[in-house]
């Protein structure tokens, strides 16, 4: 089994599910007493909150280029970034190692092609819906990616930043992130992805109203093929 080196805190809320994923999946493929082989760089959120809001991105990506020289050195043999937003430095982070990076992009690229889906709703933070770097890396896989009109981005914001990544899950966010979902049929949206990795603490992607792509799912999903590769 390959060792998996996950950069996480980018919410620890959502670092606790990969563990529980990834650890799960292995013990399903294999049986027995067998558990993922995993190491987390676990970052302080605080400071790379302020970052993306500052636009200080080329310095967030230099705190994530070094936690990923940190797992190189532990004898991880694959990196992933524990979150949706911090792939916008995520060629940064694959510069500054020689290990594979699994991009969170991809797995969620081969998740919807498999099914066909070519113009599902992107759900995220403010800075994943609003800045290119996801719906241009689906663009590039033939994908085109809907994001929800600025009253809904603000809402969905900050129902991330101020509840979700401190562990606060209510009825109100619920209905209005389904709310969301639901005024995009009117768009035609024929799937939506969970492109926060908090989102699924609110309600599973199957029950999203329309077919759900969970961002975190298929990341560990993959994680765990390359690991037991």
Known sequence: MRTIGLIGGMSWQSSK?????????VADRRGGATSAQLIVNSLDFAPIARMQSEGRWKEAGAVLANAA??????????????????????T????????????????????????????????????????PFMVDHLANKG????????????????IIYDELIKGVVTDKSRDMVHAIIDRSAAREADSVIFGCTEIGMLFPSTHAGLPG????????EALVDFALA
């Open 17 to 25: 599910i990969y563990y529980e994923r990834i650890n799960q999946l």
């Open 69 to 90: 020289q940190s797992l190189e050195r532990a004898g991880a043999d694959v990196i992933a970034i524990g979150a949706n937003t911090m792939h916008k430095v995520a």
């Open 92 to 131: 940064q982070v694959m510069a500054s190692v020689r290990l594979p990076l699994i991009h969170i992009g991809d797995t969620l690229a081969a998740g919807l092609r498999a099914d066909a889906r070519s113009r599902p709703l992107l759900l995220g933070t403010r800075y994943t819906m609003e800045d």
């Open 143 to 158: 994908i085109g990616a809907l994001a929800p009109d600025r009253t809904d981005r603000e809402a969905l914001h900050a």
């Open 213 to 220: 792509y969970d961002t975190l799912e298929l990341h560990a």
